[in-house]
C-alpha cells in the first residue's frame, strides 16, 4: 500500500528522485536539449520541410506562393478541371496525356479529398497521392507524369461508399 508521495529535485546535480511509499524509489537523470544541439534539431526540421517539394514531386499547392523556375514550367503544362460537386467527380472518368495536371476543386458545401487506390476499395495498397481534406472553394493539384490507370475515391465519412469514386486513365503522347 502507498502511503504518500515525495519528489525531491537536485538541480546541482542534474537528477531527479521521486520516492512513492516507503519501498519504491524512482531516479531520472536530467539531460537537456540547448545550445548547439537545439540549432542543429531546427535545422534539421527546416530542412526536411524544404525536402518535401523533393519526395512529392507530382504535388503542387495552389496557394498564392512566389514561383519558382519549376512552377512556372509546370504552368505551361495542361491543365484539367474535376470539378467535386453532389457527393462525385466531374468528370467521373477522365483520359489525359502523361505531364497533365489535374486540378480537383470542391463545389459542395461538404469536405471531400481525392485518394487515389489501385481498386476503387480502401486498404489495397498506399496510394500514389492522396489529398488534403478540401472544404468548399478549395482547390488541389496533381500533375500525372506516368501512364497508367488510377482509380480515385473521397474517403471522408466513407463517401467512396456513397458512389463517390472515379478514374483517371494517363496515356502516353
Not at 512552377?71 to 460537386?85: C, G, K, L
Not at 489535374?102 to 496510394?127: L, M, W
Request: net charge negative; glycine share 10%.
Amino acid at each position: 500500500m502507498l502511503t504518500g508521495s515525495i519528489f525531491t529535485h537536485a538541480k546541482e546535480r542534474g537528477f531527479a528522485t521521486l520516492r512513492v511509499g516507503v519501498e519504491s524509489v524512482m531516479t531520472s537523470r536530467r539531460r537537456g536539449f540547448s545550445g548547439p544541439w537545439l540549432l542543429a534539431g531546427l535545422l534539421v526540421i527546416l530542412f526536411g520541410f524544404s525536402l518535401s517539394g523533393c519526395l512529392f514531386p507530382g504535388v503542387e499547392s495552389e496557394s498564392g506562393a512566389v514561383a519558382s523556375d519549376d512552377q512556372r514550367a509546370s504552368d505551361q503544362r495542361e491543365t484539367v478541371y474535376v470539378n467535386i460537386r453532389n457527393f462525385r467527380f466531374h468528370p467521373g472518368d477522365l483520359e489525359i496525356a502523361a505531364g497533365t495536371r489535374v486540378v480537383f476543386v470542391n463545389e459542395d458545401d461538404v469536405e471531400h479529398n481525392v485518394v487515389q487506390t489501385s481498386t476503387r476499395r480502401v486498404g489495397a495498397e498506399p496510394p500514389l497521392f492522396e489529398s488534403p481534406v478540401l472544404e468548399q472553394g478549395d482547390r488541389w493539384a496533381f500533375i500525372f507524369e506516368r501512364a497508367g490507370e488510377y482509380p480515385i475515391i473521397c474517403t471522408v465519412d466513407a463517401h467512396q461508399l456513397m458512389g463517390m469514386v472515379g478514374r483517371i486513365v494517363v496515356v502516353d503522347e
